[in-house]
T-cell receptor, first 118, second 110 residues
Framework: NAGVMQNPRHLVRRRGQEARLRCSPM?????VYWYRQLPEEGLKFMVY????????ESGMPKERFSAEFPKEGPSILRIQQVVRGDSAAYFC????????????????FGDGTRLSIL | DAKTTQPPSMDCAEGRAANLPCNHS???????VYWYRQIHSQGPQYIIH???NNETNEMASLIITEDRKSSTLILPHATLRDTAVYYC???????????FGKGTRLHILP
């Protein structure tokens, strides 16, 4: 099985442009999570989505950031009007739908998109 | 804040067992202990998890104390490729966001 696929691996944008990061979860997984890792810092949760629903966006900045996970296609993390402080590695993780003991399912991570803002 | 406490760094000689401790004194009865690692510039890699019994897989062993307030991840024969930051995490449900602490930076010495 293919793992979690993220693209692009590297993305360079100028201040004020838009950045779109894509994540295709593992086959059979319908839960998607986005995390951000600023330089020399730990990973921070941003948002948790299921197909067509945002379940928890408590870690998302209030402005310029949005996420979606449509019925068909990858999950998209969108950053509008990027600023230098958005430079970071953005990781996506996925986990399967499980009925019953759902805590017994790990999240599996992709290798991230490294966003650089000029 | 992370619900776990780990030493910031550890050294281990190549070929020896690496034992990484983790304290989770406030763990609840339905919370699992998970271990991930992050090798430089890669995404976090799932290693192992457990509830109360010791667990073993092809990568590592997880030893959880009887009171569940601490655990130890054991890499039985460390190699240079095991150099990474190791994160110990407690979580309840599949929808739970992972709260990463600072982890333990493991250095494998040749």
């Amino acid at each position: 099985n293919a793992g979690v696929m993220q693209n692009p691996r590297h993305l360079v944008r100028r201040r004020g442009q838009e950045a779109r990061l894509r994540c295709s979860p593992m086959k059979g997984h319908s839960h998607v999570y986005w995390y951000r890792q600023l330089p020399e810092e730990g990973l921070k949760f941003m948002v948790y989505l299921q197909k067509e629903n945002i379940i928890d966006e408590s870690g998302m900045p209030k402005e310029r950031f949005s996420a979606e996970f449509p019925k068909e296609g990858p999950s998209i993390l969108r950053i509008q009007q990027v600023v230098r402080g958005d430079s970071a590695a953005y990781f996506c993780a996925s986990s399967p739908v499980v009925w019953g003991d759902s805590s017994n399912q790990p999240q599996h991570f992709g290798d991230g998109t490294r966003l650089s803002i000029l | 804040d992370a619900k776990t406490t780990q030493p910031p760094s550890m050294d281990c000689a190549e070929g020896r067992a690496a034992n990484l401790p983790c304290n989770h004194s406030t763990i609840s009865g339905n919370e699992y202990v998970y271990w991930y690692r992050q090798i430089h510039s890669q995404g976090p890699q799932y290693i192992i998890h457990g509830l109360k019994n010791n667990e073993t897989n092809e990568m590592a062993s997880l030893i959880i104390t009887e009171d569940r307030k601490s655990s130890t991840l054991i890499l039985p024969h460390a190699t240079l490729r095991d150099t990474a930051v190791y994160y110990c995490i407690v979580r309840v449900r599949v929808g739970d966001k992972i709260i990463f602490g600072k982890g333990t930076r493991l250095h494998i010495l040749p």
